[in-house]
């Protein structure tokens, strides 16, 4: 059974920072595309970021680009969303996911979230 878990979350002041964490257990990492999606109250899900199996291919929302950045450790078994300059219409849930295929459209399996507040 695949099972990811997020950590990392929090609240946080506008302009400020968090790194998220994406932990797999049950599984290895590497054969997987990893997204990381949000959902804010009353919105719809949207992708946020994806990051490749090697890692060498990445791709950002267009609200996230230059503020946000995708990696991962897969000796660690663990992917990474460092957030920074964070706003207020940042605040979401935060969800990882495995995906079968680069672009992260695939998914497999979807982790519990974790909640990201940005406010003074």
């Known amino acids: 059974q695949l099972q990811l878990v997020e950590s990392g979350g929090g609240l946080v002041q506008p302009g400020g920072s968090l790194r998220l964490s994406c932990a797999a257990s049950g599984f290895t990492l590497d054969y997987y595309a990893i997204g990381w999606f949000r959902q804010a109250p009353g919105k719809e899900r949207e992708g946020v970021s994806c990051?490749?199996?090697?890692?060498?291919?990445?791709n950002y929302a267009d609200s996230v680009k230059g503020r946000f950045t995708i990696s991962r450790d897969n000796a660690k078994n663990t992917v990474y969303l460092q957030m920074n300059r964070l706003k207020p219409e940042d605040t979401a849930i935060y969800h990882c996911a495995a995906a079968g295929d680069r672009s992260c459209r695939q998914i497999r399996s979807w982790g519990q979230g974790t909640q990201v507040t940005v406010s003074s």
């Open positions: 990051i490749s199996s090697s890692g060498g291919s990445t």
